[in-house]
């Protein structure tokens, strides 16, 4: 209900966009520089991938990402670094809420829709508490 009253706004769509750019930048940076430069596990009870290194730079990807696109949305620049911060510390909490109940389910993967990623819930958990955060702090 929080995506389509954010998308039911004016600018709704572009909200959106961003949303979507914010979250896919903290997976794809966090995940390829984890891949690169990560040693140090951060929980690996919950989610055996994912690194202190790769966390951060996707974290500061995100807030840069954010910056670059603030006038998507029309944010001012201490806006858009706070909001991309939020966003990317909300994703990756996502990504481990989602991680923690796959693993209390005993399953590695939450769908073989998308062989090698998870499952399907893994390209959407970053969402999870992203979009009512717009919703309830930023609209």
Not at 75 to 84: D, H, Q, T, V
């Amino acid at each position: 209900f929080c995506l389509i009253s954010i998308l039911q706004r004016s600018d709704g769509l572009n909200l959106f966009l961003y949303i979507v750019i914010l979250v896919s930048t903290m997976d794809i940076f966090a995940f390829f520089g984890g891949k690169l430069f990560g040693n140090r596990k951060i929980i690996p009870k919950i989610s055996k991938g994912k690194t202190i290194e790769g966390s951060l730079i996707g974290l500061l990807s995100t807030i840069f990402m954010s910056y670059f696109i603030r006038d998507l949305v029309d944010f001012n620049i201490n806006y858009a670094l706070i909001c991309g911060l939020i966003i990317s510390i909300l994703a990756f909490v996502g990504d481990l809420v989602e991680s923690l109940f796959k693993r209390k389910m005993g399953v590695k993967d939450s769908g073989k829709l998308i062989p090698g990623h998870g499952g399907l819930l893994d390209r959407f958990d970053g969402y999870l508490l992203v979009i009512p955060f717009i919703y309830f702090f930023i609209i």
